[in-house]
């Protein structure tokens, strides 16, 4: 089992920065692949970044690549999400996950995940 807590959530004005952390306890961190989902009322979960085990891989949507890093440190069982430039489409509840298998795109591969936490992003 393993819980994750998201934070750094808020409201920023477009072109602006947040960062994002997911703080992890229970099994062993740096045994999953970790995640970031993002999901807007009435949309589908949509993948934003996903980083290997070890820290050597990472892969992003295209809708957030340049823009977006992930990034993780084993140490601290945390994942990060530095988010700039947002755009008022970015604005969603953002979700850490947990992956013991897969480093992939699809919600399904994830086993354990946050409860979120909410960016909204201003014009």
């Known amino acids: 089992q393993v819980q994750l807590v998201e934070s750094g959530g808020g409201l920023v004005q477009a072109g602006g920065s947040l960062r994002l952390s997911c703080a992890a306890s229970?099994?062993?961190?740096?045994?999953?692949?970790m995640g970031w989902f993002r999901r807007d009322p009435g949309k589908e979960r949509e993948f934003v970044a996903v980083?290997?085990?070890?820290?050597?891989?990472?892969d992003y949507a295209a809708s957030v690549r340049g823009r977006f890093t992930i990034s993780r440190d084993n140490a601290k069982n945390t994942v990060y999400l530095q988010m700039n430039s947002l755009k008022p489409e970015d604005a969603a509840v953002y979700y850490c996950?947990?992956?013991?298998?897969?480093?992939?795109?699809?919600?399904?591969?994830?086993?354990?995940w946050g409860q979120g936490t909410q960016v909204t992003v201003s014009s």
């Open positions: 996950a947990a992956s013991s298998l897969h480093m992939g795109s699809s919600w399904h591969e994830y086993n354990y």
């Open positions: 229970g099994r062993t961190f740096s045994a999953y692949h």
């Open positions: 980083i290997s085990r070890s820290t050597s891989s990472t």
